[in-house]
């Protein structure tokens, strides 16, 4: 078994052009995948877009511009992803919101907008998704976590409990979608950060992270892309309703 072979798999992306979603657009494709991308953000601030369908062309690559918070959008998101593809795989969900305020500091409007962004998205990913997958024999869902829904750090609470919340409803999700072949997962980064990021970085962070991760470093979007696919991919076959730390060994 060719492990995180994607070939043919029609995948959904979302939080599609973020640093962990643009990798992972070309990341699945190399694998053989065909990609639905969705984002908030118009396509237009990823230029590489065009290159990429210059290369792979439109039986391969979908884009549509979605606000994962509202239920008509994310729904219209699955029909579009049926009408090209006529089915679905896998989706991998990265879509959050995180205000970074304090309890203290935080209104009811800040609380909520961030659980739309964070929990509520990924419920509407996993009802939607998996019920496109349903119709197409089955599938397997993977949303992003993250280590701050385990490990507390200030003005993240927001952010955290809905982390949390989202390891919880993959499991109800992974208990739910059983019987219909469908696999639910979550994965945990630590500390991760794309290229561009990381020059703006300090040498008091580089050095922090020598000392905070057992590997001595943050983490990379495709080190956190690969287990996604091996999650996606018929090598995870068996794996369901687990959640995977892809910290680096942070703060252990």
Known sequence: MNIS?????????????????????????KKGARIAASDIKAIETYPEWETLLQRYGNNRMLYVKADFTDEDQVRDVFERIKQHFG?????????????????????????????????????????????????????????????????????????????????????????????????????VPGDFKGEELLKTMSAEFFEAMKTTTLIGRNGTPNEINEVAAFLLSDAASYVTGSVYPVTGGLWI
Not at 7 to 24: P, S
Request: charged share 15%; with cysteine.
């Open 5 to 29: 072979n994607l070939q043919d798999k029609v995948i959904v992306i979302t939080g599609a052009l973020g640093d962990a979603g643009r990798e992972a657009i070309t990341l699945f494709l």
């Open 87 to 187: 089915r679905l795989d896998g989706s991998y969900h990265n879509v959050y919101i995180n205000p970074s305020l304090s309890i203290a500091e935080m209104s009811a409007q800040d609380w909520n907008r961030s659980m739309e962004g964070t929990l509520t998205s990924a419920f509407l990913v996993c009802k939607y998704a998996a019920q496109l997958m349903i119709a197409s024999g089955g599938g397997s869902i993977v949303n992003t976590s993250s280590i701050l829904g385990t490990v507390p750090r200030y003005n993240n609470a927001s952010y955290g409990a809905g982390k949390a919340g989202m390891e919880q409803l993959t499991r109800y999700a992974a208990v739910e979608f059983a019987p219909y072949g469908i696999r639910a997962n979550a994965i």
